[in-house]
């Protein structure tokens, strides 16, 4: 079994499908969960997952969006008039408590699957 290389979580501002799928990657190696291990528990395959850690185009949005739900990264909009001080109030949280951004607990990332399948046993 490969290991799993922890990768640090890029700026939460995200602006494209690149950062959104740095921030997916980031949360899921934070976790130590594989590649295919992230895929399978989501129900997808190994190549659309790494299609989203790439930040390609062709990722159906729910699933993006359950993905990072699964692996505990919070998504949230604001309307660009508002987007500098969103800006400004992360990086403020972010340069005071650093470990948000990649201190990704392995309990709470377990994909969506095996909370079903724990609380309906």
């Known amino acids: 079994m490969r290991r799993v290389v922890r990768e640090?979580?890029?700026?939460p501002m995200v602006r494209d499908a690149i950062a959104f799928g740095q921030a997916i990657?980031?949360?899921?190696?934070?976790?130590?969960i594989s590649l295919e291990t992230a895929a399978d528990a989501l129900g997808i395959s190994k190549a659309t997952m790494s299609d989203?850690?790439?930040?390609?185009?062709t990722v159906a949005l729910g699933t993006a969006l359950r993905a990072a739900q699964d692996l505990g990264v919070a998504c949230f909009t604001t309307p660009?008039?508002?987007?500098?001080e969103a800006a400004r109030a992360l990086q403020d949280v972010r340069s005071g408590n650093p470990e948000p951004w990649g201190?990704?607990?392995?309990?709470r990332a377990r994909p969506a699957s095996r909370r079903q399948t724990e609380t309906s046993e």
């Open 25 to 32: 990657r980031a949360a899921r190696t934070a976790a130590s």
């Open 8 to 11: 640090p979580f890029p700026d």
């Open 80 to 84: 660009l008039a508002s987007q500098l």
């Open 52 to 57: 989203l850690e790439n930040g390609r185009g």
């Open 103 to 107: 201190g990704i607990d392995a309990k």
